[in-house]
């Protein structure tokens, strides 16, 4: 990853790694969002790690689109290259039946990384939330409730 951030600071004229607002709610609840959505669903729905794979490979292009604008001066190219390991990771973990791990370790290596971009200075942190926030917030968590309890229903299935 950092390897291909000085690559890009140097082949991107005017390259700004993008800034966008998170709050620790969001941040964690993309664990089982994200996991589920393109790891969790094409695994128990289709049952072929090709398709797995193909959602996984979705999971990391989305990556770069992390930012305000669609430029190549301000495409997330960090955190595209930062999630490109994770794609094995959670590849390996859902067709060998642990996507449980896989999501607990999303939400945690997230909660890491946003504590320490916040200790850093990287992100700005605030304990209290604006009023869009608080529903955006509210909507993470019931969304992700909704899809651990879709995947926990789809396991159970395919375990019986």
């Given at each position: 990853?950092?390897l291909?951030?000085?690559?890009?600071?140097?082949?991107?004229?005017?390259?700004?790694?993008?800034?966008?607002?998170?709050?620790?709610?969001?941040?964690?609840?993309?664990?089982?969002?994200?996991?589920?959505?393109?790891?969790?669903?094409?695994?128990?729905?289709?049952?072929?790690?090709?398709?797995?794979l193909?959602?996984?490979?979705?999971?990391?292009?989305?990556?770069?689109?992390?930012t305000?604008t669609?430029?190549?001066?301000?495409?997330?190219?960090?955190?595209?290259?930062?999630?490109?390991?994770?794609?094995?990771?959670?590849?390996?973990?859902?067709?060998?039946?642990?996507?449980?791990?896989?999501?607990?370790?999303?939400?945690?290596?997230?909660?890491?990384?946003?504590?320490?971009?916040?200790l850093?200075?990287?992100?700005?942190?605030?304990?209290?939330?604006?009023?869009?926030?608080?529903?955006t917030?509210?909507?993470?968590?019931?969304?992700?409730t909704?899809?651990?309890a879709?995947?926990?229903f789809?396991?159970?299935?395919?375990?019986?």
């Open positions: 990853m950092i291909g951030t000085f690559i890009v600071d140097h082949l991107v004229p005017e390259y700004q790694e993008p800034s966008v607002p998170l709050s620790i709610v969001s941040v964690l609840s993309a664990g089982p969002i994200e996991e589920i959505l393109f790891f969790g669903l094409p695994f128990y729905i289709f049952g072929h790690h090709f398709i797995v193909g959602g996984g490979i979705a999971w990391v292009m989305l990556h770069i689109l992390n305000g669609f430029e190549l001066s301000t495409l997330s190219y960090a955190n595209w290259l930062f999630v490109i390991p994770s794609l094995f990771f959670s590849l390996r973990t859902w067709i060998s039946g642990k996507g449980w791990f896989a999501i607990l370790t999303h939400s945690v290596w997230n909660g890491i990384f946003f504590t320490l971009g916040c850093a200075g990287e992100i700005l942190c605030s304990i209290t939330l604006q009023e869009n926030d608080i529903m917030s509210i909507s993470s968590i019931v969304l992700s909704i899809l651990i879709l995947i926990f789809l396991h159970k299935r395919k375990t019986s």
